[in-house]
DNA sequence: AACGTTTTCTTAACCGGTAAAGTCTCTATC
DNA sequence: GATAGAGACTTTACCGGTTAAGAAAACGTT
């Protein structure tokens, strides 16, 4: 990719035009002390009159901030887009990168080693000022790489995958257990989770708390499914759920995220299934989405905007110099609507 | 935000481990000729050794490529968290990005002056080899500017409504006609469109299109109702529709978006009208959504992935060097699926 | 009037690369 | 044996800013 030619107007001009050196231009735009209200003004005028901003790569460059900061994320391209929580955790970092003026790196990378290599060059190469890293996996290599850095980032994963790294969090395995016990109170004894992949560490911490609940209120029956989170497979693993004989099959089911539940909301119907009558359904995340379908969506609900939030806030923190910290954000509560019900039997 | 203190190694210490001057190492890195295989074995040994990379930066202030391309949505961030389109669109973007090893700048602006400012400075600060322009409204400032500017850009948009710039885009109004005249042979006379925000170009444009067409084919009825893409403005446009009397109200809607659909088909539900006995529901881009619905979402079906591919390859090709030129990508088809059917009457 | 302080602005070095021009060595040619 | 040309590097001048150190003018003091 090369630059397209084109006249480009640089301090130099401006400072010429104002009939002051570079230096006195670059003062005024720093609004540093050292120069008269009456130059100050002149400089401002010549630089509107040419139509010139500071040129972002020079200032860095020369050693000041950077207002960027990274996000790669770690999953097909064409997965992330049928994500909801993607998207609402992004709109939530940008609600606050635009309040400081600063923008968001986004990348895609196929695998952890990649992505690796990517926040290197990004931090040697002073494109960002900080990262946000998201979807941890158990002995995570970007922890070490990170610390060797010296790079600010947030974590976004419970901290015992993230090491000594400053993470923004939800409580998964409480909320899990939290579902499994509603579902059980209602007087479900076979119950089943359809989670995410199984090398992504909230999934697996996920995975822990169903077994350790299950195993705790001595449910008859317990089965968890292991999906790449796309509504296809979501399809995929409620069927397979589903086709056991009546006796044997889950009367509710847990989704790791919305897409899948509203997809096992539509197999159930396809098989001649009610909904919440002959089996439960509990989605995850809770977008906008749980509350369209017929039946409503019971979930696990918390705010994702208001995590991406969150997550923003802390880097930002870190890039000033804050220490190390833990910060847990609401763990999901239990939303019930219209998918979740007590078991006919 | 300021750079913490790191002792980051430059291409100077590579040139004096590997004993050569820093032109040498710049020779090789970007592979140009002028060096032996030894020196240049020596180099890059020297940099694996301290683990060093271009700084890209530098590089680009040095006047060469810049990997990055900007990309600014003027939305609200918590509407954009729900809009399926744009994360697939991003996703398809991606995808292409990723294999040029190009990032993408993403920010979210408040107003269309804003974004203008905005890549100006991005431009101007050499931060963007380009950028993708969405969400074009007629008489789009963003024309002027970029033209202005000489900044390569693809406009994602109808060419009348992008002016000379590099444009892809569909053709909404075809598309629109299309769902209308099917509607109307499946027997419906009182069609309903619940359009997106008026000041969005393909919006109008869309809205003209439904206009012509309804007057064409001499609708009984013909209503328009603009929202902001949300489900619960979808989902308020579809009650205020439905609540008239069943003579007087449409027995068809068409949607701009999936989100909005499927917030319809729960309203419709939640009514006690049948789908699709007692009103046909047409939606917008169909996502994955629209297969997990029950009834499944008839849809104006196009592949957004594939969108964003196009409007990559386009912006690389205009980085290129390549003229003007306008991409039409396929119009959306037609997708009959269970949300449409004749009237009942 | 001489002198120390501020205030205001300029100079010049530097950030970490790129690239055009220059230097030096080695080989081929007549 | 002088000359040219190619190959392998080095030098040096930027790119467009920031910033520490220096200089000139304005001011208050004694």
Known sequence: ???????????????????????????????????????????????????????????????????????????????????????????????????????????????VEEEVALQETWWRGRQIGGSILVDFRTDDPRVAAVERLGMPVVAVGHPSLTGALTSVWTEDATAVTEAVR???????????????????????MRTAAFDRTARALELAGAWQ??????GEAGARATRSLLTAAPADRPTAIVYDNDIMAVAGLSVAAEMGLGVPDDVSLLAWDDSQLCRLTHPTLSAMSHDVHGFGVEAARTLFGVIMGEGPGSHPVPTPVLTPRGSTAPPKV
Do not use: Q
């Open 182 to 204: 509603y579902l059980a109170a209602l007087g479900h004894r076979r119950i089943a989770r359809v989670g995410g992949a199984a090398a992504l560490g909230h999934s697996s």
């Open 1 to 111: 990719m090369t630059a397209t030619p084109a006249p480009r107007v640089t301090i130099k001009d401006v400072a010429a035009r104002a009939g002051v050196s570079k230096g006195a231009v670059s003062l005024a735009f720093n609004h540093k002390p050292g120069l008269s209200e009456a130059t100050r003004e002149r400089i401002f005028e010549a630089a509107r009159e040419l139509g010139w901003a500071p040129n972002l790569t020079a200032r860095t460059l020369a050693g000041s901030r950077v207002d960027v900061v990274g996000l790669a994320i770690c999953r097909p391209a064409r997965l992330l887009g049928l994500e909801p929580f993607y998207m609402e955790f992004i709109s939530g970092v940008e609600s606050v990168l635009t309040e400081h003026s600063c923008s968001l790196l986004l990348r895609l990378v196929r695998t």
């Open 225 to 230: 499914v292991a999906t790449d989170y796309s």
